[in-house]
């Protein structure tokens, strides 16, 4: 009783003595006030069960430390003679968990709510800093930190003693500081001052225009990448730049990126490819969706436990607004901490993302429970973060020499029961509850000078139920034990009356006495003894069973699907799945070839590893090629749409109309597998889509050619060696004519200033270009004599370069004929031609000149009068321009629409009287011309690429639907699965919303539903500014 | 209003001058050999139409017809063309804006909440850009329709043809349009993109609402109140059952509560626009008779995880469950889409509700809907001789190529300033 009176004695006393307690030389700055009281007390902790790391456990060991340092772990551990001892027994020992993603004592930096007044084009903070206010990269954590007694103890109970401090604002967000989390002096709890770079494609508070959209963050970053080492490498600089050489230094730091999903962990591991750096990546938490393509990376990853709150279905239509996807994530979200260990991916755990820290260790239990192990779960929170930060010897273990920073369990960490009692971070202790509680458990006689009773004390420790007996009668007691050693008591001994009790406890006889005042006032004398042990079995909590899961499905989507087994699976195997037929026969269809001047009637087509391979009459496979048949009898065989502007299939914003151009953004950076519209559209025989940056800027991004391979990831989507492309635009949305009064800042406001734009970026592109080709000219050794430095790579002229080249090809969004003749000129003057002009409503007008140019028109069918610039529109322009001899497509521009390409294009036959032969090849062919990839898709002939659509009827009849869409010989949308996969889905959904609704009758705390959707984007949206905020269409 | 004018807003002024000028010169004309497609669901595959000054005459079957030749001004032999009444677009702002992005041209959207004293009417503008295009595509009649705040105006009836609203107008204030509070809606914002938010304003306005069709009820009691409120007058039809409420209601639960508005307050002839949701409450407007003005069915489903062609099957799910509907171009861009009508049935057809039907939706049961199918919506004796010539399918953009039109037993111009364009240009390059 005394030793533990002392150790609350010392805690009290731990503030005060902090600041002398750190190594036994070492020395502190600080003054003293009053003399100096250096204790280096030694502590021995014997009897404990000690995980002193995820490999090892002993059993009734010794770990002895001084100060901050462990002298001695182990089962033959020498008690040195002037230690404290404490005898631990049946308690567990752990090293303290370490956090590499938290925000402990840094000052949160929530921006007030933007208020916009007008573009903001050039950063705000004052200073030699970069042009962006989102590379924070000067930001340094630990010359901010602040000790924060009630979050640490927070994170302490949790069994958290180290954490990598750092602000997540930003794009670069400056360094992290690794601290412990005693009540201590900052001075003491920084362990290491920079200790990582943080990153992410957010740019958080900052006011800056630029980046609006994530293609816009990629761009920047990777920009800032390529300024940092073209300002290490230059010496006679025209700048100095506080943002650069900050992040300069960064670059000898890990770096840890904010991943937030599964797709932005890929689209990191692929800037760290280019760039050669491995990053460690702060998971979203759905990885497990992508889990083997995330293991082909080289990243490392924080895996957060912030698994999804069960959500309210009570109201059936509120239900089925809940995203399909969430509802499956909802199930499977658990599963993720072991998919990482499952696929020997390298991982530690986080607090980040939980709202409530305290739920951590029930999430962590959950994530055991399925399927992480206990090993990979202690070893994601102590060695695997001290790896990741290169403090592997001095943190995340209990080993001599190491910093003493461990807590103390009533039992396994992973029990549901257990308790953390006290946590020692850097030598100093918190205690959460006493260690060496008294076990009162166990049945006594109550003995007073008048009357006797039966008394029955049951639970653990010393805050036992207390039942008293009357003779036959039970009467529950109140029972209260202070640490202090002081207990009350008090029960109704008879119907009314009570009396009450004051005592201590005397150990040693098992007994409390004192004295105790019957309800008339009177005082008597007691002791209650202890008789015999409790008998009445222990209750543990049996550990939960891992229920059975939904499939993980690929995409995760709706009209995703599983994989024929769900464990295990390497990347290449959802390719092996998809690529089921290895032939492909097609018998007896109307073939629309696009090579000749009919359509061949009663055909087949055979595919063999998906190429067409033979265009004949009856053609019979080849017994051992297994083909898959399709009839096509009545049918219609077409190539595949191609959609030459398309939107969908983007992340986070189509435009980056912050600045006149914006030529280095990429929108192959942020596609989206997973938009449903890619399933939507293939049910509308779209087989390619070029996705399209916005036409907010005259130079907009460059674009991503994609197969709709529905299932496959954003790489795997990419169309195999398109050449590259870029958006240009023209007229009312580059000059913000409708974008309000505000909008009356950035150059060009009209389309004079437009043509001055492209004589300005090509004319400085020209420059560029020579430069580098006279710098890659020189040998290395005229380089090294005469100390030549590379340019700086300017990825916004690199690209304009490109198309000066001839190595990137301009899409431009155009409507007025003055604009669009314009545009031919400032090519014909740089040397090189317009590839397209897309929309090109007035095209009809320029027919001739565009011919003369060599552009190439991809226009709408019938749209007009939702602007000014398209008040001269008119549904001929398609038709007329093919007979002008220019190479013209429909293309979509919009989700819907797309599914519907060929009823667009029969308008063509309506409108101006092309041959539905001409008519077809306007969404198939010609798109393909256009994109440069006619040698590969667009027709149906040998050798060609097999993307191919079976139509219910002639494809340019309404009453057509596409019933196969088949993509590189494989079958992508079938008509007759989609019916199965409308069932599965429903099927899925109800299974999934009764358990939530069971959740709910279980009294588990539920969500209201909500749901994400992908925001439909056109040319003209921009981020960040909705559409349909009213609630009114 | 005066008594008067009163008058001829009930009974359309159009309807009678028209009358007037028919007296002059009622010309006979007998369309045949036709396949006409009455828009009842009757087809005759080679039939007679004829007409006699504004009116429908006769339309059959022309088997073991002797027909009388001299007994009409013309007779025109359509060669197996297809006849079809005049297409009517409903619920429709085409005719109150040129281009959507110059603000000096959309007069669609008053300022205030409650505004059923707005007309349509007067703003439309005759020589609109957009109506001639609409026209050239076999729509003859379209409901002008006011939009914004809870209750947006009246709309009224207008063919597309007219030298002045005066002239074009077939029923004047039809109807008033309310738009009923949403509870829920896909936003956007920038933390989780789009998203679905609750509307924080929705028992505000629902209670706005009932407060201002109590009073306006209770004021409608009163023949001549003291003192006269011009919005409470403007409701005096919804009331009595002279006007038609339409309702703009997309989901479910907004339908549901819509239903529950209108029976509380009897109003006598509710329509329900938009009805996205309307398979979800069949029974419900099937027991209350309410039907339904389908928005464009071009449209992607609201849920990832829905049919995908969940909007496009919606009228033959809703024709399969005796809902009455018609079809509209309702929705984004909808005056320029207005002329992609025929192919918004043509999609209906082909996901289920077959081809008479799909037009029925566009023509009789558009007519029904808006309470002129007495004059409109089919090709019978006594309507009026409104009526489109199509060479194929009108209902497929593949065979669809308007080559007539009648409206009112006159015939109508079908070129526009696109057509012109085109002419001018094919004569610059020399091109046919």
Not at chain 1, 431 to 438: A, C, D, G, L, T
Not at chain 1, 909 to 937: F, Q, R, W
Not at chain 1, 989 to 1018: M, N
Not at chain 2, 69 to 78: E, F, K, M, R, W
């Amino acid at each position: 009783m005394k030793r533990m009176k002392s150790f609350y004695f010392f805690s009290g006393l731990s503030i005060l003595v902090t600041s002398m307690l750190t190594h036994l030389n070492a020395q502190t700055t600080f003054p003293v006030n009053g003399a100096p009281h250096l204790t280096h007390s030694i502590y021995a902790f014997k009897n404990a069960t000690i995980h002193t790391d995820e490999n090892t456990e002993l059993k009734n060991a010794v770990l002895v430390f001084q100060d901050n340092v462990i002298l001695e772990v182990g089962e033959k551990a020498v008690i040195p003679s002037n230690a404290i001892v404490y005898d631990l027994k049946g308690k567990h020992i752990y090293p303290s968990f370490i956090d590499l993603y938290s925000e402990y004592g840094i000052p949160s930096n929530k921006p007030a709510p933007r208020q916009w007044n007008g573009p903001q084009m050039e950063s705000s903070v004052k200073g030699a800093f970069g042009w962006n206010q989102a590379i924070k990269a000067d930001y340094e954590a630990h010359k901010v930190f602040q000790h924060n007694k009630e979050q640490a103890d927070d994170l302490k109970k949790i069994g958290f003693g180290v954490v990598l401090s750092a602000a997540k604002d930003g794009v670069v967000r400056g360094s992290g500081t690794l601290v412990h989390l005693s009540d201590a002096n900052e001075n003491e709890c920084i362990y290491k001052d920079r200790v990582a770079g943080f990153y992410a494609f957010n740019k958080g508070s900052s006011t800056q225009d630029y980046p609006s959209s994530l293609t816009g963050a990629v761009a920047l970053l990777r920009q800032t990448y390529y300024d940092a080492q073209w300002y290490k490498a230059t010496t006679n600089k025209s700048e100095y730049n506080i943002s650069l050489e900050a992040f300069n230094q960064l670059q000898n730091l890990p770096s840890i990126f904010d991943g937030e999903d599964k797709f932005n962990a890929l689209r990191i591991a692929r800037l760290g490819q280019e760039l050669n750096i491995k990053y460690i990546v702060k998971a979203g938490g759905d990885e497990y969706q992508r889990i083997s393509e995330l293991q082909q990376t080289d990243l490392r990853f924080i895996v957060p436990l912030n698994f999804p709150e069960a959500i309210d279905v009570e109201d059936p239509y509120d239900a089925e607004l809940v995203a399909y996807a969430d509802l499956k994530h909802w199930e499977l979200a658990p599963t993720n901490p072991a998919a990482f260990e499952k696929n020997n991916m390298p991982f530690c755990l986080t607090t980040s993302g939980l709202k409530e820290k305290a739920k951590f260790l029930s999430h962590l239990r959950k994530a055991i429970q399925y399927g992480l192990s206990e090993k990979a779960a202690l070893k994601a929170l102590t060695t695997t973060p001290a790896q990741f930060i290169n403090m592997q010897n001095q943190l995340g273990a209990i080993k001599k020499g190491y910093f003493a920073n461990f807590f103390v369990s009533t039992t396994s960490i992973f029990e549901e029961e257990a308790n953390i009692l006290q946590h020692w971070t850097n030598g100093l202790p918190s205690v959460y509850k006493e260690v060496n509680q008294p076990e009162f458990q166990g049945n006594y006689l109550l003995n007073t000078s008048a009357r006797n009773f039966n008394v029955n004390m049951k639970g653990e420790g010393s805050k036992p139920t207390v039942t008293v007996y009357l003779d036959s009668i039970k009467v529950n007691a109140q029972f209260n034990y202070q640490d202090d050693g002081v207990m009350t008591m008090s029960f109704k001994y008879d119907s009314v009356l009570i009396t009450r009790l004051n005592g201590v406890y005397e150990s040693d006889k098992k007994t409390f006495v004192g004295k105790g005042q019957w309800a008339d006032g009177t005082w008597y004398n007691y002791n209650l003894r202890f008789q015999s042990p409790d008998t009445s079995k222990k209750t543990t909590t049996p550990k939960k069973k891992l229920p059975t899961l939904g499939k993980i499905i690929y995409p995760f989507q709706a009209y995703g699907e599983p994989l024929p087994e769900s464990s295990g699976l390497l990347r290449d195997q959802w390719k092996k799945f998809k690529n089921r037929y290895q032939a492909i026969l097609i018998k007896d269809a109307n073939v629309w070839t696009n090579e000749g001047d009919s359509i061949l009637k009663e055909y087949d087509v055979y595919v063999v590893e998906g190429k067409i391979v033979r265009i004949a009459p009856n053609i019979d496979a080849p017994a051992g090629a297994f083909a898959k048949v399709i009839d096509a009898k009545g049918k219609h065989l077409t190539p595949g749409i191609i959609d030459e502007h398309s939107h969908i299939a983007l992340t986070r914003g189509v435009n980056e109309g912050t600045q006149a151009s914006s030529a280095e953004v990429r929108m192959g950076d942020v596609i989206n597998p997973e938009d449903i519209n890619i399933y939507r559209q293939l049910s509308g025989g779209v087989t390619s889509a070029q996705l399209l940056h916005g036409s907010a800027n005259p130079i907009g991004g460059q674009s991503a050619i994609i197969k709709l391979r529905w299932g496959a990831t954003a790489e795997d989507m990419k169309f195999e060696k398109a050449d590259g492309f870029i958006k240009f635009a023209l007229g009312e949305n580059v000059k913000q004519s409708n974008w309000g009064d505000m909008n009356r800042v950035r150059f060009p406001q009209s389309r004079m200033g437009v043509e001055q734009v492209y004589n300005d970026y090509f004319t400085r592109a020209k420059e560029y270009d020579k430069q580098w080709s006279e710098f890659t000219k020189l040998s290395p050794k005229q380089i090294e004599k005469e100390k030549r430095v590379a340019p700086r790579r300017d990825l916004e002229l690199e690209a304009l370069a490109e198309i000066i080249n001839k190595k990137r090809f301009i899409t431009c969004h155009s409507y007025v004929q003055s604009e669009i003749n314009m545009l031919m000129h400032i090519a014909d003057s740089f040397g090189f031609k317009v590839n397209t002009f897309t929309h090109i409503l007035e095209g009809y007008k320029v027919a001739d000149k565009m011919k003369a140019h060599g552009v190439n028109a991809s226009t709408f069918s019938d749209w007009w009068a939702y602007k000014n610039e398209v008040m001269d529109a008119i549904p001929h322009n398609a038709a007329m321009l093919t007979k002008m001899g220019v190479v013209t497509a429909i293309n979509s521009d919009d989700a819907e629409m797309a599914r519907r390409l060929n009823q667009e294009a029969a308008k063509s036959v309506k409108y101006g009287g092309l041959s539905e032969i001409e008519a077809l090849k306007l969404v198939t062919l010609n798109p393909a011309k256009m994109l440069h990839l006619d040698d590969k898709v667009g027709s149906i002939k040998v050798g060609k690429t097999a993307d191919l659509v079976v139509w219910s009827d002639n494809p340019l009849s309404i009453y057509a639907k596409a019933e196969k869409t088949i993509i590189d010989g494989q079958i992508y949308f079938d008509r007759e699965e989609d019916t199965r996969l409308r069932e599965d889905i429903k099927v899925e959904r109800a299974r999934l919303v009764g358990l939530l609704i069971a959740e709910k009758h279980k009294g588990v705390k539920v969500v209201k539903p909500t749901t994400k959707r992908q925001r439909l984007y056109h040319c003209n949206t921009i981020e960040g500014v909705s559409e349909e905020e009213t609630g009114h269409r | 209003m005066s008594k008067l004018l009163k008058f001829y807003s009930l009974f359309s002024l159009s309807l009678l001058g028209s009358f007037l000028q028919a007296q002059k010169t009622k010309t006979h004309i007998a369309f045949i050999n036709g396949v006409v497609h009455v828009g009842n669901g009757t087809v005759y595959e080679t039939g007679i139409v004829t007409l006699q000054g504004q009116t429908l005459e006769m339309v059959m079957d022309m088997k073991g017809l002797r027909l009388n030749p001299p007994a009409y001004d013309t007779v025109i032999d359509l060669q197996g063309q297809h006849v079809y009444p005049a297409l009517i677009n409903t619920n429709s702002i085409l005719g109150l804006h040129d281009a959507d992005a110059v603000r000096a041209t959309l007069d669609f959207q008053e300022v205030g909440e409650f505004n059923p004293h707005v007309r349509s009417l007067i703003a439309y503008n005759t020589d609109n850009k957009i109506t001639p295009t609409v026209k050239t595509n076999g729509v003859l009649y379209t409901q002008v329709t006011p939009r914004g705040n809870l209750i947006a105006g009246t709309s009224s009836i207008l063919s597309l043809e007219g030298w002045n609203w005066e002239d074009a107008v077939l029923k004047a204030d039809d109807g008033i349009h309310l738009n009923f509070p949403v509870e829920k809606y896909m936003g956007w914002d920038e933390e989780k993109g789009m998203n679905l938010k609750k509307n924080k304003n929705y028992t505000e306005q629902l209670n706005k609402l009932h407060q201002f069709f109590s009073q306006a009820q209770a004021y409608c009691l009163q023949a001549t109140p003291n003192e006269k409120n011009i919005r409470f007058e403007a409701m005096r039809g919804v009331f009595s059952g002279t006007q038609r409420l339409y309702i703009t209601a997309f989901k479910a639960h907004e339908m549901l509560a819509a239903i529950q508005f209108v029976k509380q307050y009897s109003i006598k002839a509710p329509v329900i626009c938009g009805a996205r949701d309307a398979l979800k409450i069949a029974e419900v407007l099937k027991t209350s008779k309410i039907p339904v003005i389908l928005s464009r069915l071009h449209d992607l489903p609201d849920l990832e995880s829905d049919d995908i062609d969940a909007v496009f099957k919606l009228p033959a799910q809703l024709s399969k469950d005796s809902i009455l509907f018609c079809l509209s171009a309702y929705g984004d861009m909808e005056s320029m889409q207005s002329r992609n009508l025929p192919f918004i049935a043509g999609t209906a057809a082909a996901y289920g509700l077959g081809k008479e039907a799909a037009l029925t939706a566009i023509t009789l049961n558009a007519a029904r809907i808006l309470g002129i199918d007495k004059q409109l919506g089919s090709l019978e004796a006594g309507k009026l001789a409104s009526l489109v010539i199509s060479q194929g399918d009108i209902l497929d953009m593949r065979s669809s190529q308007v080559v007539m039109a009648y409206l009112n037993g006159k015939p109508v111009t079908l070129s526009n300033q696109q057509t012109e364009l085109y002419e001018k240009y094919k004569a610059k390059y020399g091109i046919k």
